[in-house]
């Protein structure tokens, strides 16, 4: 069983920079593949970004590419989101989540996550 909460998120205006944190709990946290997902208002969740149980391999969307870092510290059961060159469209609630298993291929759908922590928000003013 892993227990996920996220922090970090605010207020911030275009251009600016927000660093999301993800505390889990759980001896194992490890082994686990983590991702973040987000949601803005009246649309459905979608990918952000995903990294390894080592931290050598890390996956992000399109959208974010070159302006977001994921990153992990095992030793705090901690991962990370960097966020800069904040857009409003980056407003949205940011999920962390945790997959137990799960092939390259499929860490960006939703459904392959275990667990899910309650979300922060993040918005971007223009």
């Known amino acids: 069983q892993v227990q996920l909460v996220e922090s970090g998120g605010g207020l911030v205006q275009a251009g600016g920079s927000l660093r999301l944190s993800c505390a889990a709990s759980g001896r194992t946290f490890s082994s686990y593949v983590m991702g973040w997902f987000r949601q803005a208002p009246g649309k459905e969740r979608e990918f952000v970004a995903a990294i390894t149980w080592s931290g050598g391999s890390t996956y992000y969307a399109d959208s974010v590419k070159g302006r977001f870092t994921i990153s992990r510290d095992n030793a705090k059961n901690t991962v990370y989101l960097q966020m800069n060159s904040l857009k409003p469209e980056d407003t949205a609630v940011y999920y962390c989540?945790?997959?137990?298993?799960?092939?390259?291929?499929?860490?960006?759908?939703?459904?392959?996550?275990?667990?899910w922590g309650q979300g922060t928000q993040v918005t971007v003013s223009s």
């Open positions: 989540a945790a997959a137990a298993a799960v092939y390259s291929n499929r860490m960006y759908t939703s459904r392959s996550y275990d667990y």
